[in-house]
């Protein structure tokens, strides 16, 4: 875990290596924050996200799933994805725990 100043760019980033589900270290880095502040923030969430209990439910994971989405697809997409998990599959998924199966 570091957060370090980009000597290039003159702007702030955070690099974590965390171990995935599987074991295996994972190495992500972020860069462009404004201030070192933003760098810690976005660090700590992202260990908070990586140590998230396997146990939680689906509606939680849903959740995560799309905060992540809305950042990276169109809004149209993501209103498409919202309308499918509403309708379909929250009903049914909704408060069962991600490790169980139906």
Known sequence: ?????DKKTDKWMAQIRVKDWTGKVIHKKKRGFDTKR?????ERDFINQANSSLGMSFNDFIDIYMKDMEQRLKSSTVASKHWMIDLKITPFFGKMSSGRCP
Do not use: T, Y
């Open 1 to 5: 875990m570091s957060v370090s100043k």
């Open 38 to 42: 933003e760098a810690q923030q976005w």
